[in-house]
């Protein structure tokens, strides 16, 4: 039978334990929260994601001379580049978009390579060439080319050059009646608002930060005890010594949930859902981070050896999180490995409630509770068999 | 240097005297650089999924239905309603929505009853359209998302009246044939298991070894054994190095630099990843404060890399922390090298050095004042 009162004193012997080292417990308990607390700082006062301006180099090709006759027997011959001019112009008054050099071939011949020049030392991030016929083309409505040379090598500005550039010359469109074009009436849902970078940043730096911190803060309660072996010569059972060892961690991990949650929540955290969700789902991560430590710290024979497993899962669970690379990309068994780490979960989990208000268990966020929850149930249970078979000797 | 030389081989005995640590120390970054690899074996696209509500029963409204499905490169449409009454548009626009809300589409697009004859008489049609701010792509990147379906507009229609085509031709970008994720996402990931590996391993150097003090009775001074630990341990980060090199090349890691100045970064990043770990372990008293002191300088490494927040939006005094942290010279040496074909560009080289430097002498001074009793 368990005896309650003996879980009881493990619970207190635990927590002597940790308090034997009292710096690191106040790590434990202190470091998570600093981070937090520097990390949301910084998301708070730094700039919007949607509207970040590009660095661009005009080269106008449009100011060339040329005389042509089309097939139909129209003979085109001009030099006329006014509708070029416009589209510089509103290049350099737009907020997307900073002229930040201008090249007239007709004047600078080699300005296509000045400009790539600057593309090659980073001080623009896109090359808008206006060809020759753009004038003649918007005239004569026919369909007209703008050549743009992104920089390719930042897939994540890459977007937003491109996008920028498009919503310029959807401007340049409308203030110059350059008819028909799309007007788009846009609704942006679920966001925080524009320049709040906080709250989609949280949802991928709190999930982050709570498994990191949970898995260090158990990774050696079991592999680091020395006198685990003798403690199993008195009454206390391994099931008893192993959910003295939840019961007290997990108190210590609530803890730090709690400050993390607070200091997020002083400097100025916007959640959509019920705070207490978001709360609660912060915790399942942190019992995950628990579970999975634990069972670390048992199947390790060193402390070497459970730093390396905690090193080599955390570093795996933050690849297969879909933070870097898509879940949907990766091959299928992949998927399967990425669902079984925490990071695929609770970053979705904790988007959908800070952002969407979507409940701890409504829609796709059940499946994404049940998973936290039921993994980390399966952890424990391959902790306990583990520990079970664990040979110790006095 | 003898005595130092001994006391690296020392380091070794001590490293090789746990086996099954040892081989984990190469077998963990192998296999983090295979998942990896794998993980980014896909090609980098963006089909973002959509829901259309088409209120336009006429000819131009339907075409402009279509041309959503057309644009099979950046939509994927789920679902397509069509509805004439307001009970039926209110129908359709509460399950799309709710779709939008449980992740299951980006974007919603609703064909207003007035598109067609908007078309007809030559104005500017307008749509209506609904996307998840809480996915940061789709806000951001609408108008880009939404050229491709125009254009298929416009095709249907054979009216290419008004229209402005952006080409683009990107440079310095992973070519086609490449694995593009792998290849955009190796200059923030390669160097961060890299750091990490290293960092793990030398931040329980000093702090687990037992027979530290009665060294320090031998003519072996604290100098000598700080010193001796980061060439025992940097030698091993070379090998480790070497590992998550060639397995990267061989997922098809793209650079068009020299590959050598690739593998010279990545040494960069192992230093000072060294370098922590044995700052790390000379002020900890314990495995526990030097694995809570690793992860908290982990995590905070990666968070200011700019891997989350870019470095030119952050405010000054952040900045000014981000640019003294390693991966704010690492990451950007990475991608120079292996998408410009640059070389290594010393004002990348010197704040990394300097910041190794640094964290040794701290080491130094650190161990000095570290109080032992034999």
Same mark, same amino acid.
């Not at chain 2, 908007?118 to 104005?123: C, D, F, H, K, T």
């Given at each position: 039978m368990v005896s309650l009162q003996r879980i009881f004193k493990l619970v207190i012997k635990e927590l002597y334990l940790l308090k034997s080292d009292k710096r690191a417990l106040f790590m434990a308990i202190l470091l998570p929260p600093l981070i937090m607390a520097a990390f949301s700082s910084m998301a708070i006062?730094?700039? @919007? @994601?949607?509207?970040? @301006?590009v660095n661009i180099a005009v080269v106008n090709y449009d100011d060339l001379y040329f005389n042509y006759t089309l097939p139909n027997g129209t003979a085109i011959g001009s030099t006329e580049n006014s509708w070029a001019q416009i589209l510089i112009d509103t290049m350099a008054n737009s907020s997307l978009t900073r002229v930040k050099a201008y090249y007239n071939i007709n004047i600078t011949p080699y300005g296509m390579l000045y400009a790539r020049q600057l593309l090659d030392q980073q001080q623009i991030d896109a090359i808008v060439s206006i060809p020759s016929e753009f004038s003649e083309a918007i005239e004569n409505q026919f369909p007209a080319i703008i050549e743009v040379v992104p920089d390719g090598s930042d897939v994540y500005s890459l977007t937003t050059t491109l996008n920028n550039i498009q919503e310029v010359i959807t401007e340049f469109q409308q203030l110059n009646n350059i008819t028909p074009y799309f007007q788009i009436e846009e609704h942006v849902e679920f966001s925080t608002g524009g320049g709040d970078l906080l709250g989609s940043m949280s949802a991928l730096s709190v999930p982050f930060l709570i498994i990191g911190a949970t898995l260090i803060l158990t990774l050696l309660v079991v592999v680091k005890e020395a006198p685990l072996a003798r403690l199993l010569m008195t009454p206390a059972k391994k099931s008893e010594i192993l959910l003295s060892k939840y019961i007290t961690y997990g108190g210590i991990m609530a803890f730090q949930i709690l400050l993390i949650f607070i200091v997020n929540s002083i400097i100025g955290l916007k959640v959509a859902g019920s705070l207490l969700d978001f709360f609660v789902a912060m915790l399942l991560v942190g019992f995950y981070g628990i579970s999975l430590g634990i069972l670390i710290s048992a199947i390790s024979g060193t402390e070497i050896q459970a730093n390396e497993y905690f090193l080599g899962i955390f570093l795996i669970s933050v690849l297969v999180s879909g933070m870097f690379v898509p879940v949907e990309s990766m091959a299928p068994w992949l998927q399967a490995l990425a669902y079984a780490f925490p990071l695929a979960h609770a970053v979705p989990l904790l988007s959908n409630i800070s952002l969407k208000g979507l409940g701890l268990t409504y829609g796709p966020n059940l499946l994404y509770t049940c998973s936290l929850l039921g993994i980390?149930?399966?952890? *424990?249970?391959?902790? @306990? *068999?583990?520990?079970?078979?664990?040979?110790?000797e006095v | 240097m003898a005595r130092i030389w001994e006391l690296v081989q020392k380091e070794f005995g001590r490293i090789k005297s746990d086996r099954k640590g040892l081989v984990m120390l190469f077998l963990f970054p192998l296999i983090t650089i295979i998942i990896f690899g794998f993980s980014s074996g896909g090609g980098y696209e963006i089909a973002y999924t959509v829901s259309i509500i088409n209120q336009d029963a006429q000819v131009h409204g339907t075409n402009m239905a279509q041309s959503f499905f057309l644009a099979n490169n950046t939509m994927t449409v789920i679902s397509n309603y069509t509805s004439q009454t307001p009970s039926e548009f209110q129908m359709a626009f509460e399950e799309a929505y709710q779709m939008l809300k449980n992740d299951q589409i980006e974007m919603l697009v609703i064909i207003p009853d007035n598109f067609s004859s908007? #078309? #007809?008489?030559?104005?500017n049609p307008i749509l209506i359209i609904y996307t998840d701010g809480a996915g940061m792509i789709s806000s951001n990147d609408l108008y880009l998302a939404l050229t491709e379906p125009f254009l298929q507009f416009k095709l249907l229609e054979n009216n290419w009246t008004g229209t402005i085509l952006m080409l683009p031709y %990107?440079?310095?970008d992973v070519p086609a044939g490449w694995n593009q994720i792998l290849n955009y996402m190796a200059g923030l990931? =390669?160097?961060l298991i890299v750091l990490a590996t290293s960092m793990n391993v030398s931040s329980l150097s000093i702090v687990t070894e037992l027979p530290l003090p009665r %060294? %320090?009775?031998?003519?072996a001074n604290r100098r000598d054994i700080i010193l001796s630990k980061f060439i025992g341990y940097s030698l091993i980060m070379v090998i480790q190095v070497l590992v998550v090199f060639l397995t990267a090349i061989a997922f098809g890691l793209y650079i068009m630099g020299s590959p050598l100045? =690739?593998? #010279?970064?990545?040494l960069f990043a192992g230093l000072c990843g060294v370098s922590l770990g044995i700052f790390i372990s000379t002020i900890s008293s314990t495995e526990a404060q030097a694995n809570q002191f690793f992860i908290g300088v982990f995590i905070f490494l990666t968070l200011f890399s700019g891997a989350f927040i870019p470095i030119s939006d952050m405010p000054a005094a952040f900045a000014a922390i981000s640019n003294a942290l390693p991966f704010a010279h690492i990451i950007p040496l990475f991608q120079n090298i292996a998408f410009r074909g640059a070389h290594l560009g010393f004002n990348h080289v010197y704040p990394i050095l300097i910041f190794c430097v640094v964290l040794l002498m701290l080491a130094l001074i650190a161990f000095r004042f570290r109080k032992m009793e034999v």
């Open positions: 006062l730094s700039g @919007t @994601t949607d509207e970040n @301006t980390s149930l399966i952890l *424990i249970l391959l902790t @306990t *068999i583990v520990f079970y078979r664990k040979k110790y | 908007y #078309v #007809v008489n030559g104005s %990107l440079e310095y990931m =390669i160097p %060294l %320090l009775l031998t003519p100045d =690739i593998l #010279v970064t990545l």
